[in-house]
């Protein structure tokens, strides 16, 4: 099974049931738990998704969101410095934002796939896989 690393925007899309997205999230939910794999994430993508979640929907939903987070088959990977060094070098070098930078080196070191819906990622090139989400309109 191919392992993947999950995108604050992936998850914010499956909390708010867009259409084309929570359906995908959901099959690869299903497959890590099918196949006893976790997806991964940055623990500064996972505080990311709490901070979306309240600013966009209240406290509430935030707090409600880490609920659901926690219950999921999602291992979240901390930033030690020589993650949060190499994180700030794709920053750098290709103009991503901050928290984005952690999700693209988790991808990159574990050769997973990045799961998200934010083309800048397309900026790194070869050395990431994206799994490329639908664009939600703004």
Same mark, same amino acid.
């Given at each position: 099974?191919?392992?993947?690393?999950?995108?604050?925007?992936?998850?914010?899309?499956?909390?708010?049931?867009?259409?084309?997205?929570?359906?995908?999230?959901?099959?690869?939910?299903?497959?890590? $738990?099918?196949?006893?794999?976790?997806? $991964?994430?940055?623990?500064?993508?996972?505080?990311?998704? #709490?901070?979306?979640?309240?600013?966009?929907?209240?406290?509430?939903?935030?707090?409600? /969101?880490?609920?659901?987070?926690?219950?999921?088959?999602? /291992?979240?990977?901390?930033?030690?410095?020589?993650?949060?060094?190499?994180?700030?070098? $794709?920053?750098?070098?290709?103009?991503?934002?901050?928290?984005?930078?952690?999700?693209?080196?988790?991808?990159?070191?574990?050769?997973?796939? $990045?799961?998200? =819906?934010?083309?800048? #990622? =397309?900026?790194?090139?070869?050395?990431?896989?994206?799994?490329?989400?639908?664009?939600?309109?703004?």
């Amino acid at each position: 099974m191919r392992r993947y690393v999950l995108d604050a925007n992936a998850l914010i899309a499956y909390f708010e049931g867009r259409r084309g997205v929570a359906e995908k999230v959901r099959h690869l939910l299903g497959e890590a $738990l099918h196949y006893d794999s976790p997806l $991964l994430m940055s623990a500064i993508n996972w505080g990311e998704v #709490f901070y979306l979640a309240w600013r966009h929907h209240g406290e509430a939903k935030a707090y409600e /969101a880490h609920s659901k987070l926690q219950q999921m088959p999602i /291992a979240v990977i901390g930033a030690d410095r020589e993650r949060a060094t190499r994180a700030a070098a $794709l920053k750098h070098k290709h103009s991503l934002g901050y928290a984005d930078s952690f999700a693209a080196e988790l991808a990159i070191d574990h050769r997973a796939w $990045l799961v998200t =819906a934010d083309p800048d #990622f =397309a900026k790194v090139g070869k050395t990431l896989s994206v799994f490329s989400l639908p664009r939600h309109p703004k």
